[in-house]
């Protein structure tokens, strides 16, 4: 069930309730044999897209689309673990998905997600988000947003990122 709506009813969230052993299981695997890439990571490891397993979470993500009544198929989806000062710069995905992020582990309230105006010159509005873990947020891909470093340096984050196309 969606459970919270996080910006006038353009995002959402929804908890996963699934088998957190198969997910790390995965993670893992991907954290050995993928060499990452640098795209709106500022540190930090992003992997390339991933082409395997995460089956439980993708289904728990597809109902909340259809609880939405949003038509969509998965495009794309990558991982990211950032540590300490870590973060992601603003960014945008395409303009015909639906971007989700699912937060399988947060370090703390200093790192949360935002989301910013896409005329920042003309409307400065900044919404900021803290989620929680296993917690998956669902939002329009053309939604300018950004994730903060903690400073923490015994701080991890992991966080798997969805694309999602309109049907």
Request: with cysteine.
């Amino acid at each position: 069930m969606i459970e919270h709506i996080i910006l006038k009813q353009s995002c959402f969230t929804k908890s996963f309730e699934g088998n957190l052993n198969i997910i790390d299981k995965h993670i893992e695997h991907i954290k050995e044999f993928d060499e990452g890439r640098v795209v709106s990571n500022e540190g930090g490891f992003q992997s390339n897209n991933i082409g395997f397993g995460f089956k439980e979470l993708i289904n728990t993500i597809e109902e909340g689309f259809k609880e939405l009544k949003l038509n969509v198929k998965l495009d794309n989806f990558w991982l990211n673990i950032n540590k300490g000062s870590d973060s992601n710069a603003a960014h945008i995905h395409n303009s015909d998905f639906w971007s989700v992020v699912y937060y399988h582990k947060v370090c703390c309230v200093n790192s949360p997600l935002i989301f910013s105006s896409l005329v920042p010159v003309i409307h400065q509005d900044v919404s900021i988000y803290t989620p929680k873990p296993q917690e998956i947020i669902y939002f329009p891909g053309w939604y300018p947003h950004s994730v903060k470093g903690c400073d923490q340096t015994n701080h991890e984050r992991i966080s798997i990122a969805f694309n999602f196309e309109n049907l």
